[in-house]
């Protein structure tokens, strides 16, 4: 009886230790938008899920990659294995395809919509979904986040979202967006309107640490945008609004360096 029972002990810790260690369970290319009318929404709007083997309950961050709106490709980043991921990608913007900086933003709160949606399915919590983002991804992460009327469409409240995490994101209208929308003002004259994050700071709005490269490294103006964007949040009332800015760091090492805040943001390690 005691030998069985010892055996019984062990073999549970081996399980324990075993799944400790399982790897994570991915699925590729799933469609967010299915049932969309255009080819190229059905095609472009899908997205890859990394969940934690075994685990219950766990958190979920929603990636969006960067590329200016106009480039770039959906992947996984390096955060802990007891954290899913849902990274996504969204319709890109060229001078054949006639698309907006709407239509990059409606996809990406559609993708966050999906993850509300059916997290749970995989055993993850929807009301620990964080959503972030590198550069363009950041701008999204943040339009996303702040205005609510865009997760409205989808039948969601932004404040749904367990908190926001974009690295390096454009905080005035985005440059691409203003390009596409045939606005022929230099690049870096700021212009803030609805589809600038900075038009939507506030109190009223989900916990946001934004992350940012150093100046002069960093891609010009984005540091001081973001800082104003965190400062006016502060000033407005917001209960958790941080930012940090990544010593030495270009608009490229910005990620690299980013991401591990977004793991301990995500984790409540944050300080």
Same mark, same amino acid.
């Given at each position: 009886? @005691? ?26 290319? /799933?469609?967010?938008?299915?049932? $969309?009318?255009? !080819? ?36 996984? /980043? ?6 899913? *991921? ?74 749904? /979202? ?7 994101? *454009? ?15 230099? *690049? ?25 490269? *150093? ?9 001081? !945008? ?27 090492? $910005?990620?690299?360096? @980013? ?13």
């Amino acid at each position: 009886m @005691g030998i069985n029972l010892s055996a019984r002990i062990t073999a549970l810790v081996f399980a324990s230790v075993l799944s400790a260690f399982a790897e994570p369970k991915v699925t590729k290319d /799933i469609p967010y938008r299915p049932d $969309a009318e255009s !080819e190229y929404t059905r095609e472009s709007c899908k997205l890859d899920l990394k969940i934690p083997d075994g685990a219950k309950d766990f958190k979920t961050v929603v990636w969006f990659h960067g590329g200016g709106l106009t480039g770039g490709n959906k992947s996984f /980043i390096r955060i802990s294995d007891d954290i899913a *991921q849902v990274a996504v990608n969204y319709r890109l913007m060229t001078k054949e395809n006639g698309l907006k900086g709407e239509d990059c933003i409606e996809d990406a709160a559609a993708a966050v919509a999906w993850t509300l949606d059916h997290i749970a399915e995989y055993g993850g919590d929807p009301g620990k979904v964080y959503v972030t983002g590198m550069s363009a991804g950041g701008y999204l992460t943040m339009m996303v986040g702040m205005d609510p009327k865009w997760l409205k469409a989808f039948g969601h409240s932004n404040k749904e /979202i367990a908190g926001l995490a974009p690295i390096s994101g *454009q905080a005035t209208k985005h440059f691409a967006v203003r390009e596409f929308a045939g606005d022929t003002d230099p *690049q870096f004259l700021p212009k803030i309107d609805a589809l600038a994050p900075l038009a939507h700071v506030g109190a009223d709005f989900p916990p946001i640490v934004s992350i940012c490269g *150093q100046p002069p490294y960093e891609w010009k103006c984005r540091a001081e !945008e973001n800082r104003l964007l965190i400062a006016s949040c502060v000033a407005l009332g917001h209960p958790w609004a941080r930012y940090v800015e990544l010593p030495l760091s270009d608009h490229g090492r $910005a990620k690299t360096g @980013g991401v591990p805040y977004v793991e301990m943001f995500v984790k409540g390690r944050l300080p």
